[in-house]
């Protein structure tokens, strides 16, 4: 159907009877504070699309959002502005947190295409500890060298293992097993890799991420909130300003009175939410639960040695009071739900009640209830797994995901292809000097804060130094339709075999507490063997 929008004509006439028909147009080169306005009239005013555009500018933007976004809290309207970020040279662990935001659109550096040898890392700031700052740094850069021998070598083995078919290209060939060394040689990346993401997200969104990230207790991941906060008020990135730099040029001479009055909108600097994100701020209401719910934790757990568990573990129902105290204690441990949920069961209900009350207390007037209150889902899956297979699983967002922190204590991962390539004994030492660090560098947080000092970055420095390998726990919420899809998509050939693993075990542990329902599965079995070189 045509707009019916004609260049130059007054397309504000009202129109005739016969006219008034459904129109649909797609509308594009207005900022984002200025469109969400646009689309925010509608429900305020009989304006068309045209016509509101037409007569906003980014001061009536910005009077609109000030009386509704802040004083009324009609939050909603955030969700017209949308705002694409490139974020660059942040660690994988600051990366982690940046997308943890279940309305997140976007992409990030992969392990399986990209060489990440001179990505470079983070280094936090270990102040005048030279000793720390040392044994970090050595610690990192052996890992970046053994990753490139881990590449280098898992290539070579693939490579015999794997002859090239006659109609395959050597160039795709190669390609294609470099990427599945990879795979392998992801294991030994520090968390302190620098990667890159790009993100597509609305003002809501972009205003809960940065003032999530300004609540952290990583400095980096606190910086990274500023950084985007200052994005999104300063000039962006303008792609189209190069090609107007050259039109321009060709004005000025033939008039140089014209060329200025051009350049003056087609150079015009774009701020894509000064509004909006100027009142982004940290989070008391996430600063103040994480410190008591934190201290809860550690005095009912403290008791518990945290034991085995398998890698997915569908969890039973129970009483919705005991699932929000576990969730809320869970996602500040280590220990698994079921451990914790044990503890819970056994507590009274008034102290229950008091857990939950934490997690509660210091919600302000417009703060969204913490994600731990997202309860209720029938599948629930308790998953331990290598890092980087959790960072494959996390995309999937659409389902309730309850982080743990990084840790050492649960072991790591190691990839049989190492043990068939004879790289046992490497692998297990490069993964030990890392726990090591790691284990080194918590016990200096630990004792600076005993002593007093500023202890803002708790156990930051040695997160840094954990290699992907290592195991986290993550709880998944999800309904049916969400385990079927994941398991469906993320068991299929071309994938990563640490999440094929997990996937498949999801699909099993339904299977077998409905088996009615696995006909309805279209699962690729993960213990068949795989063409490495089918993408």
């Not at 934190?294 to 039973?316: H, K, N």
Request: net charge negative; with cysteine; glycine share 4%.
């Amino acid at each position: 159907m045509s707009s019916g929008y004609k260049p130059g004509a007054n397309n504000s006439e009202s129109p005739s009877e016969n006219e008034l028909s459904t129109d649909v147009y797609a509308v594009h080169g207005a900022d984002p504070e200025v469109q969400a306005y646009g689309m925010a009239k509608y429900s305020r005013s009989a304006l068309s699309m045209r016509e509101s555009l037409a007569e906003i500018n980014d001061q009536k933007a910005e009077k609109f959002l000030n009386t509704f976004y802040f004083q009324y809290g009609h939050r909603s309207i955030a969700d017209l502005a949308h705002i694409a970020f490139a974020i660059e040279r942040l660690s994988i662990l600051a990366a982690t947190v940046a997308v943890d935001e279940p309305r997140w659109d976007g992409q990030e550096r992969s392990t399986r295409y990209q060489d990440f040898q001179k990505s470079g890392y983070y280094v936090p700031d270990f102040g005048n500890d030279a000793a720390a700052r040392a044994l970090y740094r050595e610690t990192i850069d052996h890992l970046f060298s053994e990753y490139r021998h881990f590449s280098e070598d898992m290539f070579g083995y693939l490579r015999e293992l794997t002859p090239k078919p006659s109609e395959m290209k050597q160039e795709a060939y190669e390609r294609t097993l470099r990427a599945r060394a990879f795979d392998i040689s992801r294991y030994l990346l520090p968390l302190a890799t620098n990667t890159s993401l790009g993100q597509i997200v609305s003002a809501r969104t972009l205003e809960n991420q940065v003032s999530r990230l300004l609540s952290h207790t990583h400095a980096e991941v606190r910086r990274l909130g500023e950084l985007l906060r200052r994005a999104a008020q300063e000039p962006a990135y303008d792609v189209s300003h190069a090609r107007a730099w050259a039109l321009l040029d060709e004005i000025a001479r033939e008039s140089a009175e014209l060329a200025g009055r051009a350049g003056e909108l087609l150079m015009r600097p774009i701020r894509v939410a000064p509004t909006l994100m100027k009142y982004a701020e940290p989070n008391a209401y996430e600063i103040e639960s994480r410190r008591e719910l934190t201290a809860a934790a550690a005095e009912l757990l403290a008791p518990v040695a945290m034991q085995d568990s398998p890698t997915v573990d569908l969890l039973d129902d129970h009483p919705l009071q005991i699932e929000l105290a576990a969730t809320l204690l869970y996602q500040h441990s280590h220990h698994s739900y079921r451990q914790i949920r044990d503890v819970v069961s056994g507590l009274p209900e008034s102290q229950r009640n008091e857990i939950i009350d934490l997690g509660l207390r210091h919600r302000g007037r417009h703060d969204e209830v913490a994600r731990p209150f997202c309860a209720g889902q029938h599948f629930r899956f308790d998953i331990l797994m290598d890092i980087g297979g959790f960072r494959d699983m996390h995309r999937h967002r659409r389902c309730v995901q309850i982080v743990q922190d990084y840790t050492t204590a649960h072991g790591y991962d190691m990839p049989v292809e190492i043990e068939s390539a004879g790289l046992t004994d490497r692998y297990e030492s490069a993964m030990k000097r890392a726990r090591e660090t790691a284990t080194q560098l918590a016990a200096r947080d630990a004792n600076e804060s005993a002593a007093g000092h500023p202890a803002t970055e708790t156990e930051a420095q040695s997160q840094y130094v954990i290699p992907l390998a290592f195991r986290k726990r993550t709880l998944f919420k999800m309904d049916f339709a969400e385990a079927l899809y994941i398991s469906e998509l993320r068991t299929g050939a071309a994938g990563h075999f640490s999440y094929r693993n997990v996937a498949f075990a999801v699909y099993e542990a339904v299977a077998k507490r409905y088996p009615a329902l696995v006909k309805y599965f279209r699962v690729t079995d993960v213990r068949k063997p795989v063409d490495l070189l089918k993408r």
